[in-house]
């Protein structure tokens, strides 16, 4: 499993773009709402969008969350010391895995300015963003228990009889909620997942794919429900740990 965590990507810091859409400003992408889309104009091939934080902050991943990237664009992330993007200290080729997905960038990048972008499959084209993650992941050394993942589907619409008797609803949107467990992880699992979950708290979203390599490979957008319990066992003259991640999706 890999986490997203550690996003520096937040509102307040100086964003711009190539083109931007009615309504579709490029500082959307800064909010963790993933329906405020930054959307592209349709005038040209080439687009972009580029964070300057101030000064340089060191990333290892890039998350892209609710695009429309296809497989007939060209997708790249680049890091600099300067907003110049000829021959960029950063440059990686992304390939696209809509709606979301997480992008390593080959070990800690330190750079102040950063730039997505995405050169569409035909200039008449839009493409959207739905928020972006400059932070870092961290992959989990174990799988979760053998019995110890559940997606469950919520429904939050309320259906309310009037004094008549007739029936109304307030449709809401559905969305899931995920729990995994873990038992019995060393201490260097423990500490690792500390410093991811005091990170996000139960405020900051995230990506996270349960198993890439088998059948849960989707990257999913989403917050703690809260923060877990750790806890300690006696291993054979050691410590052992058990903790559960209680996941809500982010609409």
């Not at 993942?149 to 029936?167: C, F, H, L, M």
Request: glycine share 10%; charged share 15%.
């Amino acid at each position: 499993m890999i986490i997203t965590y550690g996003n520096l990507a937040v509102p307040g810091v100086t964003i711009s773009a190539s083109s931007v859409g009615a309504g579709y400003a490029a500082s959307n992408v800064l909010n963790p709402h993933k329906a405020k889309v930054w959307r592209t104009g349709t005038s040209t091939a080439s687009e972009w969008i580029e964070i300057d934080f101030g000064s340089a902050v060191a990333v290892t991943h890039l998350g892209l969350v609710a695009h429309d990237f296809t497989g007939g664009d060209t997708i790249r992330i680049k890091g600099n010391a300067s907003s110049s993007w000829g021959s960029p200290s950063v440059n990686v080729l992304i390939t696209a895995a809509a709606p979301n997905q997480i992008v390593s960038l080959g070990g800690t990048q330190t750079y102040r300015y950063w730039r997505l972008e995405v050169t569409k499959a035909s200039s008449g084209v839009t493409r959207q963003l739905g928020a972006i993650l400059l932070g870092t992941a961290y992959t989990f050394a174990e799988l979760p228990s053998y019995d110890g993942y559940s997606d469950t589907r919520v429904d939050p619409s309320r259906n309310t009889k009037a004094i008549g008797g007739q029936e109304y609803s307030e449709v809401l949107p559905k969305y899931r909620e995920f729990s995994m467990d873990w038992s019995m992880v060393d201490s260097t699992m423990a500490t690792n997942i500390r410093t991811v979950i005091n990170s996000l708290g139960t405020t900051q979203p995230c990506l996270f794919s349960v198993d890439a390599g088998g059948e849960l490979t989707e990257v999913v957008y989403a917050k703690l429900r809260k923060l877990p319990t750790i806890k300690a066992h006696g291993y054979d003259s050691s410590l052992r740990w058990d903790f559960s991640l209680d996941f809500e999706e982010m609409l």
